[in-house]
């Protein structure tokens, strides 16, 4: 009898074939915990924190068992009973601990981090109920709070805590941890995630997401970013990141210690990333701490904050770019708002004529990104576009302050879940054709010689087939909606965001619903799928989510369209519908207003699945098309550099595209009477109107081009040898787009830790 038999007949005292499905995953969780005991901790002198509000980790079993070598064996053991882990994995709850690109990205440096064999935790915080479940009633998004702490979990609760002082009241934290174990490495590291025993979901209004924002003690980690729309929301954001930067700055110093480090060396024991601005108050939170527990003068403690953090920026977008007001610091902590203070009077000393590099403006407010800048020692971008960006505009001033500081890591993701795990037949091939050697060095360029194998054309077509069905059943089994797996899958999955320009695709499905209205119909069924949530104070992104609902019913209802067109708005959109979504992909979606997608990881994930992307030159769209050849994507619209002069000069009005007839059809249909009938008059009037009269990420300037792109690709998915060597080189050229790569990046350029082995992957 197997380890794994022996501990469910000695847990349950049955078999393995009368074992539920939640019984398997209770003994599997146990299993691997276990397991975890023969796994040490990485250790070395010098230690990365990897510091982030988000950790989209998804589903863990399927993932664990892969790192641990143990899958293959279980699985062998599960069909022995007719059953599988993937059914066994449906019993699990999927963390919620993060929302977009953001917190997946965190989640993939974890895994390659450990993989890697750098010594380096995440911190973060353990949410009750992540940002919220969506439920779409009534073609419009509901959020209720996403209860995935009701069952057995991987959070293990530890004996670490920590006192953080506020300005009226203190509050103990309690740690939690989660093992993170690396692809065939035999050590293991950790997430940690700091929490409240005092959290009461009691609270909670019923069936909604509103509680008492003011009641700190019993709300500090309900929910991800709670609604900042008003006062009170503003100051739980603050409340929550400094709990989270207290917990993380004391926990690193007391770690620090541990090693040897007698605090004034701390940048010798110590990096931390922040990852983005949400962390940026452990600069001011690391100070006090100095000075007050550890009598180190300001000036040197300053100096061993420059030493000890690097900052990723994330985005251009300004309304990202987090700045808080000073009244509102002082009332979560005077000491936080006093060190500001004084970091902001050293930058006016040492750069008087660079304003735009204060820390605190002219309406008091302290600027995040600024702060974060001066008083670390790297600025990485996360593509190549994004970085350029970055020190030729956005933080110009920036560069000529600090030349060299902004450097680039363009981002990764790692095969283990998006491949390996979610797409195992491709994975098989890939084994085959080229050996298995790419599991570890992700090398798939040996691929592209089967560009034109007609064979291997075969068995991409057989595997994405199968990838359809499989999606099709998860969406009867999920949603009750049922797909035509012998359609065009056509696909946009992140958060909604006017950026995005969710909108732009729905418009162009009105194009092609009218264009099938006059008997054009296209010789294969298009089906396509959105997925994402938008943040609920963000009104127009729910108005954008309602008109594509709107437009799936007038669709689903016209029997002269519908055997031909179909669209999909996918319920509460997590790493696990990804991982169904993904793999059977024909067409990914990456169409942001060019010079405003950071990087984008989707893009990656969708092309080493063999999806073929229709993009704009944004983010890392640019790199995947450097790689492939712009023959193996399908680019459109504005370059960067146009849209940034266009905000500069205030050069864009949305009514004069308007006002060409063929868009002010597709625009004047959100306000038909088809669309009126079915939706919500006041949603589809504000919509309409902020295209027409506002349109700030610009969907009508590129709308025209993005109808011809979509068409042509439609025309060339009909040509299945031409698209499959399309496929091919995308496959092939993906290994580039690694996590393990830009992990290794980061170590080489920023860390400097110590590593089992490098990744090194040329362009």
């Known amino acids: 009898m197997s380890k794994f038999a022996n501990l469910v007949n000695e847990k349950y005292g049955k078999s393995l074939d009368q074992m539920t499905d939640q019984e398997l995953y209770q003994a599997l969780l146990e299993l691997i915990k276990d397991k975890a005991n023969d796994y040490p901790l990485n250790n070395s002198k010098k230690k990365l924190y990897y510091v982030s509000a988000e950790f989209l980790i998804g589903k863990l079993l399927s993932n664990n068992l892969l790192n641990l070598g143990l ?48 010594n380096g935790d995440g911190v973060g915080l353990n949410y009750h109920f992540g940002l919220f479940q969506q439920l779409l009633v009534h073609r419009e998004q509901h959020a209720v709070p996403d209860s995935w702490l009701d069952q057995d979990t991987w959070v293990k609760r530890s004996q670490k805590t920590y006192d953080v002082p506020f300005a009226n009241f ?56 709670p609604d900042d729309s008003d006062a009170e929301g503003k100051l739980l954001r603050i409340f929550q990141q400094y709990f989270m930067v207290s917990n993380a700055a004391q926990l690193i110093i007391d770690e620090a210690i541990e090693r040897g480090s007698n605090v004034h060396d701390l940048a010798d024991y110590a990096v931390v990333q922040i990852n983005d601005t949400h962390p940026a108050l452990i600069i001011p939170e690391f100070i006090r701490l100095f000075t007050q527990e550890y009598n180190i003068g300001i000036d040197e403690a300053v100096e061993i904050v420059k030493n000890t953090i690097a900052f990723t920026n994330h985005t251009i977008l300004a309304e990202a770019l987090e700045k808080w007001p000073m009244g509102a610091l002082e009332r979560v902590s005077p000491d936080i708002a006093y060190i500001i203070r004084d970091l902001d009077k050293r930058v006016r000393k040492a750069h008087p004529d660079a304003p735009g590099g204060f820390i605190i403006d002219d309406h008091g407010q302290a600027h995040m990104a600024n702060m974060s800048i ?30 060299g500081r902004i450097n680039n890591k363009t981002n990764g993701i790692t095969f283990r879940r998006w491949i390996m795990n979610s797409n195992k037949a491709l994975s098989s091939l890939l084994d085959e054709k080229i050996g298995e050697e790419w599991r570890v060095n992700h090398d798939l360029t040996a691929f592209e010689k089967y560009a034109d194998d007609k064979d291997v054309h075969a068995a991409l077509a057989e595997i994405k087939a199968h990838d359809k069905l499989k999606l099709k059943e998860h969406l009867l089994h999920r949603q009750a909606v049922v797909i035509n797996e012998n359609s065009i899958i056509d ?59 709107v437009m799936s019913e007038i669709i689903a209802k016209d029997p002269a369209v519908s055997p031909y067109l179909q669209v999909v708005m996918v319920e509460n959109y997590n790493v696990t519908a990804a991982e169904y979504l993904i793999p059977a992909t024909d067409i990914s979606e990456q169409i942001s207003l060019a010079s405003k997608e950071a990087s984008g990881t989707g893009n990656m994930k969708f092309m080493l699945n063999g999806a073929l992307t229709v993009a704009t030159v944004d983010g890392a ?97 009909e040509d299945q040898d031409l698209w499959m060597t399309k496929v091919v080189k995308n496959i092939a050229h993906a290994g580039f787009f690694s996590s393990d790569r830009t992990i290794s990046d980061y170590n080489r350029d920023i860390w400097h830790l110590e590593a089992d082995y490098e990744v090194v992957i040329d362009k």
């Open 71 to 118: 899958y293959d064996e279980i699985e062998a053991e599960l069909q022995s009973v007719e059953k599988t882990i993937a059914q066994v994995e449906e019993a699990e709850s999927e963390p919620s601990l993060g929302n977009g690109g953001l917190g997946r990205l965190a989640a993939c440096f974890l895994d390659s981090i450990a993989t890697l064999g750098i």
């Open 170 to 225: 203190t509050l103990s934290s309690t740690l939690y941890d989660i093992d993170v174990f690396g692809y065939g490495n035999k050590k293991r590291n950790r997430l940690r995630l700091f929490d409240l025993d005092s959290i009461n979901s009691k609270i909670i209004e019923y069936g909604s997401i509103n509680f008492d924002k003011q009641n700190i003690a019993e709300n500090l980690t309900l929910f991800l970013y």
């Open 374 to 403: 001066h008083y670390g020692f790297s600025v990485n971008g996360v593509a190549a576009l994004h970085t350029e960006i970055l020190r030729d505009t956005e933080l110009k001033e920036f560069e000529d302050l600090y030349p």
């Open 491 to 549: 696909v946009q999955i992140k958060r909604i965001h006017e950026y995005k320009r969710q909108q732009m695709l729905a418009l162009y499905i009105v194009h092609k619903y009218m264009d099938i209205k006059k008997g054009n119909t296209p010789k294969t069924p298009i089906t396509i799928l959105f997925g994402g949530k938008a943040a609920p104070a963000y009104i127009i992104a729910q108005d954008i989510i309602h008109f594509i609902m």
């Open 621 to 717: 769209n640019r790199e995947i098309a450097e790689l492939v050849g712009e023959d193996n994507i399908y680019l459109f619209g504005k370059q960067a550099d146009e849209i940034v002069e266009l905000y500069e000069t205030s050069g864009y009005n949305a009514y004069e595209y308007y006002n060409d007839p063929k868009l002010r059809s597709l625009v004047d249909f959100i306000i038909s009477d088809k669309a009126i009938a079915i939706g919500n008059r006041e949603r589809l009037y504000r919509l309409h109107n902020d295209i027409v009269n506002k349109d700030y990420f610009m969907a009508l300037i590129d709308l025209e081009e993005f109808i011809e792109v979509k068409e042509k690709m439609y025309e060339d998915y």
